[in-house]
């Protein structure tokens, strides 16, 4: 394809795979932060520059895409995803992300639960929050059984609640001699039948184990449905993310489909995948027998054990519903929770915890610190906090003396007003303080949660990290807590690529690192801030192979197996919902329908003056007094 001059003169030995031009590249690379185009060849970035340096290494089989002028940046990275379980149930799930009235979200149920057959559910199951609703509000369980009074509805929203309908409950089997769960409640009617509302009270294992009751796909089904989440991921210029592991996601079972698929050379997002101890009471055991059946020197650039984590003993793990208060921890989980961690530095395997408050960072850190001073902490291996909400100064000083990281996560997007709420803004402009990380010199990535939480769409992330608002709008973050929109992206890149040991070759785009990037619809660095949530890419690079291409490269990346099953939400309606872009607020729509007829009454004026139009404007007139 010879473009602007380009004609192949490389033989096929030298010539470059795959090259990109006319771009605005930013590289991540400070030593070269933007160039016009690059190549690609087995995978790997050959060169970075402009047309000219591409003419010796394009050949007669070299693939050359002309970005037109668009901004290209290095391939994101998530570095909190649960993808693997994410991909086992993508298509089963009917998404609101993105979507904007709780009207438009009740319509899509209903004309789900008509296309779905007996035996399955419809399950709404993260990506929103009732602050991105014009309505601002959850279904009723009304509205639920009026939408769905055949078909099982379930409805998840953040940590804090589902709504099912009638035939939900009937499925699950939950009736007025249901006992009580630990952490949770079923809400009850009068007569002591359920209404259709779980609450977290603070424990979301009620709403998880509920949904874990729902059908689940089988064999090829299951790699279907990851191969399609895996290309909704690169949608957004996502090629790499950190499988946080989490709640119903067992080792080795839970992770043979991306196994197989990487096996097969099927993957189009690298993966680095945590393990997480699932039964309370055997984790010690559960470890021990991991570290027996696998090594994190194991692994390739696609698919690696990236350690332990997010939990390592569930006595230790605080929870993060806002809407209720910050839970107290058992007084001696530590003896447990050491024993782990001893176990984990002694066979050099890293890890990372689930971490929302200080008030658990300060017990965790006092067991390390007790390890460091036997010379066993953190003995050459990666460990890192996720969330930290509510981290202190202190806490972060002691992070760093013992080499940890961090890894934020835009959960305060969808949860911001609890948060608000019950902790107060001077609270909320430091939830997380990114600020205060990042000038202690600790690496910090950035992620999402997704997915039962928070959307998958990268770029919602990134835009909560530099103008510090909600879905819903609301301001939490002051411009001192905010962050500027090139450390935001290395948190997206480069950083997460420091957290799974890959930063010299994955994050940047310079000769020796992956051929992964991706061309956006908007450029990044100039789009109003408004607009960031709405980027998407046009063309997803991993690993030199087109993994994503709509726009003018529709067709250029590879094929996928049609959703199956043929009722899935997904074959219809897609994943996530890209919303109309913002539109003028109503106070600006005012102020210019006020400018508006402004000067329409100077044009009415002028036209008097010369005689041109009869005076009648003396008086109002209006028509319905007009007697």
Known sequence: MPVGGLVPRATDDDAAELVVRNAKIHTGDPRRPQVEALAIRDGVITVVGDDEDMAPHIGAHTKVVDALGRRAVPGLNDAHLHVIRGGLNYVLELRWDGVPTLRQGLAMLREQAARTPKGQWVRVVGGWSAEQFAERRLPTVAELN?????????????????????????????????????????????????????????????????????????????????????????????????????????????????????????????????????????????????????????????????????????????????????????????????KAVRLLMENGWGFRLHATYDETIRR?????????????????????????????????????????????????????????????????????????????GLTVAAGTDATRVSTYNPWVALHWLVSGRTVGDLVLHPASSRIDRHTALAMFTRAGAALTGEEEVKGVLRPGCYGDLAVLSDDYFTVPEAEIPHIESLLTVTGGRIVYAAAEYEGLDEELPSV???????????????????????ARQAELLGQAAVESEQHRQWRVRRGLTADTASAPFDPCFDL
């Open 364 to 440: 965790d850190l006092a067991v390390f610190e007790k390890l460091a001073a036997e010379g066993l902490f953190p003995a050459g291996n990666r460990w890192l906090f996720d969330h930290a909400e509510t981290v202190s100064a202190d806490s972060l000083d002691r992070v760093v003396a013992l080499g940890g990281a961090m890894s934020v996560q835009n959960r305060l997007s969808f949860q911001g007003e609890a948060f608000l709420r019950r902790y107060g803004p001077g609270a909320a402009a430091v939830a997380p303080p990114i600020r205060s990380m990042l000038e202690r």
């Open 564 to 586: 199956s099953p043929a009722w899935s939400p997904v074959a219809h309606f897609g994943g996530y919902q890209a919303a109309p872009r913002a539109g003028l607020s109503g």
């Open 146 to 338: 009026a939408a769905a009074p055949d078909t099982p509805v379930f409805v998840l929203h953040l940590y804090q609640s589902a709504v099912l309908n009638r035939a939900a409950l009937k499925a699950v089997g939950y009736t007025k001699d249901t006992p009580g769960p630990k952490g949770g409640q079923i809400v009850r009617g009068r007569g002591g039948e359920p209404t259709g509302m779980l609450l977290a009270a603070p424990s979301a294992l009620i709403l998880y184990s509920t949904l874990a009751k729902a059908p689940v796909l089988e064999g090829e089904d299951k790699k279907t449905s990851t191969r399609h989440f895996l290309r909704e991921l690169n949608r957004f210029g996502l090629t790499s993310a950190i499988d946080a592991a989490g709640g119903f996601q067992n080792f080795p079972e839970n992770y043979s489909t991306v196994v197989e698929l990487a096996a097969e050379g099927r993957l189009s997002l690298r993966i680095a995948y945590h393990l997480f101890p699932q039964t309370a009471g055997q984790e010690i055991d559960d470890l021990t027998r991991w570290i027996e059946m696998a090594d994190p020197a194991d692994g390739d650039e696609w698919l690696r054990l990236n350690g332990a984590g997010e939990n390592l003993t569930w006595a230790a793990a605080d929870f993060e519903n806002f809407n209720q208060p910050r839970p107290e921890l058992a007084p001696d989980y530590e003896a447990e929770f050491e």
